[in-house]
Nanobody, 126 residues
Framework: VQLQASGGGLVQAGGSLRLSCLVS????????LAWFRQASGKELEFVGS????????YYANSVKGRFTISRDNAKDTVYLQMNDLKPDDTAIYFC????????????????????WGQGTLVTVSS
């Protein structure tokens, strides 16, 4: 399985970006995807998750109401729509995946994910 994240860039505070995560290879093995982010000098932070092919997304409190995770199963792609961006959202964003879903309490543990994308940088200017 390969994950390829894209869509990062520079945006002003209050702006929007949409990140994409393309799943390729043995994508039928992937049933659970998540977005993480890592700001400079900080640890990986869980952003949200979604179950394939169906299931509602789940969000970290820090992004709830501003970020939306969606999927296009036909394109094997998961999206992270980010609205009302803040300078604190500046980070490298990673998509991660695993074969089986995780309980909510475990979803924030990056060590439980089997596959990772390369990351895409999001910079929010004030």
């Amino acid at each position: 399985v390969q994950l390829q994240a894209s869509g990062g860039g520079l945006v002003q505070a209050g702006g929007s970006l949409r990140l994409s995560c393309l799943v390729s290879g043995r994508q039928f093995n992937v049933n659970f995807l998540a977005w993480f982010r890592q700001a400079s000098g900080k640890e990986l932070e869980f952003v949200g998750s979604i179950i394939r092919p169906t299931g509602s997304p789940y969000y970290a409190n820090s992004v709830k109401g501003r970020f939306t995770i969606s999927r296009d199963n036909a394109k094997d792609t998961v999206y992270l729509q980010m609205n009302d961006l803040k300078p604190d959202d500046t980070a490298i964003y990673f998509c991660a995946a695993r074969m089986n879903r995780l309980v909510l309490s475990a979803q924030g543990n990056p060590g439980l994910y089997e596959w990772w994308g390369q990351g895409t940088l999001v910079t929010v200017s004030s």
